[in-house]
């Protein structure tokens, strides 16, 4: 197994991208060669601006490490340093139609209301196929969300080697284990979401103490004062309980034991709690990557090697099998 996933470097992460897909990664380091990626050229597909761009690239590389990904078992780079997903990209967008394109949900809803809207959020999936197949993955994990480009890489990679002859393996969605969705504190039927304008939904991993404690204060509740897991009569505690146990590792019947009937002050208080004392290690092994940016820089400078190592394999067999000739 070969897992290849990528984390757009827009806005901050919470703790919904930790527990839903980072901790995911972290256990699959031990399962399978992995590499991941902070895929800033996705990054640009929709409004950018340069100095947000440059300053998340480096923010998630320092969150992948500090969460637990170690770069000597994965490899763990920055797109753009490889530049064979953009050329394989260009390669493969040759074989994709305009009305398959056209019909992806994200490419619709992102494009709703514009004036003009970039090529590159159109050609947004194939260069996410392009990722993928570069390395030849066979398991991608992913949420929900991305399901439906995964099935656009499949489709590609079929096509492909129908066409071409077998070059690349037909990739999985490795969705993760439920119970790791982790929904908005102000909102319990949405996710917990990085482009909600209200940073009151979500916990972000780098947020400092205080605000951790507050924003669990404020989270809302539902009627009734039992501390019960029930999602469908009471959404909003029973997603706290579920981060609650996520981030202590304590049974959810524990859980309710100790809290069914102590009210939501005093359990809001030991999550509060409960989360600071999660995040702490993250946010001082993140502090300590940011204070050395050559040891940082060091780290996806390799990582970049070893993925273009694996890459370029690919794309000379891929450029043969379409007809460039060879050299240059
Ligand atoms: N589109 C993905 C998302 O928004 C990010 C992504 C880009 C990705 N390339 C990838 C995920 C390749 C998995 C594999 O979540």
Redesign the pocket.
């Known amino acids: 197994m070969r897992v290849?996933?990528?984390?757009?470097p827009t806005g901050r992460l919470h703790l919904g991208n930790h527990l839903g897909a980072i901790r995911q990664f972290v256990d699959l380091q031990s399962r399978a060669e992995c590499l991941f990626?902070v895929?800033d050229l996705?990054a640009m597909t929709l409004d950018w601006d340069p100095e947000a761009l440059r300053a998340d690239t480096l923010q998630i590389a320092a969150l992948y490490l500090a969460c637990g990904i170690d770069p000597e078992r994965s490899i763990v780079f920055v797109?753009s340093h490889v530049p064979q997903h953009c050329e394989l990209s260009w390669l493969l967008g040759c074989l994709a139609g305009f009305g398959e394109l056209s019909r992806m949900t994200q490419f619709k809803d992102k494009s709703r209301g514009r004036e003009s809207v970039p090529f590159g959020l159109f050609a947004?999936p194939v260069?996410?196929a392009a990722?993928?197949l570069a390395y030849r993955?066979t398991a991608?994990?992913?949420?929900d969300?991305?399901r439906q480009?995964?099935e656009l890489t499949r489709d590609l990679a079929l096509r492909f080697n129908a066409r071409f002859g077998e070059t690349f393996p037909v990739p999985e969605a490795f969705i993760g284990k439920v119970g790791a969705r982790v929904m908005s504190l102000q909102n319990p039927s949405d996710k917990m979401s990085k482009s909600a304008v209200d940073p009151a939904g979500r916990i972000e991993l780098l947020d400092p103490p205080d605000v951790v404690r507050a924003k669990v204060r404020r989270a809302v509740t539902d009627s009734g004062r039992e501390v019960r897991h029930n999602p469908e009569t009471k959404p909003a505690v029973s997603n706290l309980l579920e981060i609650f146990s996520l981030v202590s590792g304590e049974e959810m019947s524990t859980l309710e034991a100790r809290y069914g009937d102590s009210g939501y002050g005093r359990f809001k208080a030991d999550l509060g709690e409960a989360l600071v004392a999660f995040l702490a290690p993250i946010q001082q092994r993140c502090g300590e990557l940011r204070a050395a940016p050559d040891h940082l820089a060091a780290v996806l400078r390799q990582g970049a090697e070893r993925a273009t190592a694996l890459a370029e394999p690919t794309l000379r067999d891929v450029r043969a099998r379409m007809g460039l000739v060879a050299g240059g």
Not at 4 to 8: A, E, N, P, T, V
Not at 140 to 143: D, L, M
């Open positions: 290849l996933s990528g984390i757009q990626c895929v996705h797109q947004y260069l996410m990722d993928i993955a991608v994990p992913v949420g969300d991305q480009h995964l």
